[in-house]
């Protein structure tokens, strides 16, 4: 590092232009500022009390009654279409179904991006976002049959972490 | 907990760190009023979460934070700042004070850098930070903000001597 002593000395003799003397002012006056909201917010936050909203009491009933009548439409027609419907195939039995144990699964993350740090709502620190892109497989076999099913799927995901420099 | 921000020395505070903040600030956005919103905004949320002030590496992470927001937020405008300050780059306020000829050749050498060399040499000379605060700041490692430092010093030394 002694190689740049030299430059780094021409460096520091160049001093930063200083900020002016209206943002002092301005950040005395946001920080005021965020003193009296505060206060205030403490002051008009009251505790909420119960409030019966007949009117939206009464919607609500008459929407779940509609809901239970279509319901009961909707069972009572039930087996007349089941009957009209004609079956080339026998329907799995569930025996055959539950017999498909699963083999494996594997997750291949395939790109990874460190989007940096971020200030989350909610949250006093820094969050360092890392999104991942990975492609995700599910085996399962039946040993009875030896049928295999597989299904693979891409799949993103997000993880913020903090991050605390202290 | 003594060096915790609070309401009687963000003064002091400011004062020691308002001029490297500004200057760091000034890499995204060429306007000088751009760079000193910048800096408030960043100054105020930091003070009013109420900071360990040694935690300099998260008051320069929350300073390029919001000046990123702002690019994306406005990203033509900054793309006319942009075009602006390159066809008439006297008429932007200088980012150091009074500066003699051949220092005004290394500010211009300095404006060369690439960004990501740029930030790191701002951080380090004008505000002194660590090789560790750096990384932090910047979300980069430890090696790499030391690597960066020493490409900048390299290609300004270059400069320095063809002088």
Same mark, same amino acid.
């Given at each position: 590092?002694?190689?740049?002593? *030299?430059?780094?000395?021409?460096?520091?003799?160049?001093?930063?232009?200083?900020?002016?003397?209206?943002?002092?002012?301005?950040? *005395?006056?946001?920080?005021?500022?965020?003193?009296?909201?505060?206060?205030?917010?403490?002051?008009?936050?009251?505790?909420? !009390?119960?409030?019966?909203?007949?009117?939206?009491?009464?919607?609500?009933?008459?929407?779940?009654?509609?809901?239970?009548?279509?319901?009961?439409?909707?069972?009572?027609?039930?087996?007349?279409?089941?009957? !009209?419907?004609?079956?080339?195939?026998?329907?799995?039995?569930?025996?055959?179904?539950?017999?498909?144990?699963?083999?494996?699964?594997?997750?291949?993350?395939?790109?990874?991006?460190?989007?940096?740090?971020?200030?989350?709502?909610?949250?006093?620190?820094?969050?360092?976002?890392?999104?991942?892109?990975?492609?995700?497989?599910?085996?399962?076999?039946?040993?009875?049959?030896?049928?295999?099913?597989?299904?693979?799927?891409?799949?993103?995901?997000?993880?913020?972490?903090?991050?605390?420099?202290? | 907990?003594?060096?915790?921000?609070?309401?009687?020395?963000?003064?002091?505070?400011?004062?020691?760190?308002?001029?490297?903040?500004?200057?760091?600030?000034?890499?995204?956005?060429?306007?000088?009023?751009?760079?000193?919103?910048?800096?408030?905004?960043?100054?105020?949320?930091?003070? !009013?979460?109420?900071?360990?002030?040694?935690?300099?590496?998260?008051?320069?992470?929350?300073?390029?934070?919001?000046?990123?927001?702002?690019? !994306?937020?406005?990203?033509?405008?900054?793309?006319?700042?942009?075009?602006?300050?390159?066809?008439?780059?006297?008429?932007?306020?200088?980012?150091?004070?009074?500066?003699?000829?051949?220092?005004?050749?290394?500010?211009?050498?300095?404006?060369?850098?690439?960004?990501?060399?740029?930030?790191?040499?701002?951080?380090?000379?004008?505000?002194?930070?660590?090789?560790?605060?750096?990384?932090?700041?910047?979300?980069?490692?430890?090696?790499?903000?030391?690597?960066?430092?020493?490409?900048?010093?390299?290609?300004?030394?270059?400069?320095?001597?063809?002088?």
């Amino acid at each position: 590092m002694n190689d740049f002593s *030299e430059i780094e000395n021409e460096l520091k003799k160049l001093r930063p232009a200083r900020p002016s003397e209206d943002l002092a002012a301005r950040i *005395e006056c946001a920080l005021a500022e965020a003193d009296r909201s505060a206060i205030t917010a403490a002051i008009v936050t009251k505790p909420r !009390r119960f409030h019966l909203n007949w009117l939206s009491l009464g919607l609500g009933l008459a929407a779940a009654a509609a809901f239970l009548v279509f319901a009961r439409i909707n069972v009572d027609r039930t087996p007349a279409q089941t009957n !009209r419907v004609a079956q080339n195939t026998p329907a799995p039995s569930p025996s055959s179904i539950s017999s498909f144990i699963p083999t494996g699964a594997t997750q291949v993350v395939y790109h990874t991006h460190d989007e940096g740090l971020h200030f989350t709502a909610g949250y006093e620190e820094p969050m360092r976002r890392i999104r991942y892109q990975k492609r995700e497989t599910l085996q399962w076999r039946n040993p009875n049959t030896g049928a295999s099913l597989r299904v693979s799927y891409p799949s993103e995901e997000v993880v913020l972490t903090p991050v605390s420099g202290q | 907990m003594d060096n915790v921000a609070t309401h009687e020395d963000w003064k002091v505070c400011f004062s020691e760190f308002g001029p490297g903040l500004l200057l760091f600030a000034r890499q995204w956005v060429r306007s000088p009023t751009d760079a000193e919103d910048i800096v408030q905004e960043a100054f105020v949320k930091f003070w !009013r979460r109420n900071h360990r002030i040694d935690n300099r590496a998260l008051l320069y992470a929350t300073v390029r934070s919001i000046a990123l927001d702002l690019i !994306r937020r406005d990203s033509r405008r900054a793309r006319r700042e942009a075009e602006a300050f390159s066809d008439a780059e006297q008429s932007i306020e200088p980012q150091f004070e009074l500066v003699d000829e051949s220092q005004q050749a290394l500010v211009a050498a300095i404006d060369r850098l690439p960004h990501e060399q740029r930030e790191v040499l701002v951080m380090k000379i004008w505000s002194e930070l660590t090789f560790a605060e750096i990384a932090t700041a910047l979300g980069i490692s430890h090696n790499t903000a030391a690597s960066r430092y020493r490409y900048a010093l390299n290609a300004l030394k270059k400069n320095f001597q063809t002088q």
